[in-house]
């Protein structure tokens, strides 16, 4: 199930599953996947220390309030943890990632809003989606482009150059063959690719 999940993310949903089942619940819920993150977040927990927040505190604050409502779910159908691990999932792919890092755990856990978790905890906290994502934008390394993005610009630069050549020659002829040459090669580089 975690094939996907980086070594921290996996050890988080693993120890959050670990946790979940001694409280008696039988299924994951996202309170439980927030402790998790906080006992091996790794990256997670540096982004909230750089937004000078205190996971200790925050894990504290759950433990503490463990009779209110985001903890008692239905332990037969929790659709918001479903929803964010569904939601990192697309985070990973926003930032390129063949891996659900911990970063994603956290953004997808702040996605779904509706949750008591996000509600009574962390919005209260300060901790939002908008800021934790700036702040995986700015820790971040760039990214290097994807093939595929390669090939467009390399082509769209070609196209360019025809354009130009067009404008300056009135020598349509030539710009046609020019343009049937390109398209064979994207047909080649397509079947290659």
């Not at 000078?52 to 309030?65: A, C, M, Q, R, T």
């Not at 569904?86 to 985070?91: M, N, T």
């Not at 196209?159 to 300056?168: F, V």
């Amino acid at each position: 199930m975690y094939s996907k999940f980086t070594d921290r993310s996996r050890k988080a949903m693993l120890f959050a599953r670990t946790l979940a089942k001694e409280n008696g619940e039988y299924q994951l819920t996202m309170p439980y996947v927030f402790i998790g993150l906080m006992e091996h977040g790794g990256f997670a927990i540096n982004l909230l220390k750089n937004m000078s927040f205190d996971p200790d505190k925050l894990k504290n604050l759950l433990v503490v309030n463990k009779t209110d409502d985001f903890f008692m779910q239905n332990p037969s159908n929790d659709p918001y943890t479903e929803q964010a691990i569904d939601y990192a999932y697309k985070e990973a792919k926003t930032f390129n990632s063949n891996y659900i890092g911990t970063e994603h755990l956290l953004l997808g856990l702040l996605r779904v809003k509706k949750h008591p978790l996000n509600q009574q905890v962390l919005i209260p906290s300060g901790i939002t989606y908008e800021k934790v994502l700036e702040e995986v934008k700015n820790t971040q390394p760039r990214r290097l482009p994807s093939r595929e993005e390669i090939k467009i610009n390399f082509y769209r630069g070609i196209l360019n150059r025809i354009l130009k050549t067009c404008e300056e020659n009135s020598d349509k002829d030539k710009a046609l063959e020019k343009i049937k040459y390109i398209t064979r090669r994207a047909i080649i580089d397509g079947k290659k690719g």
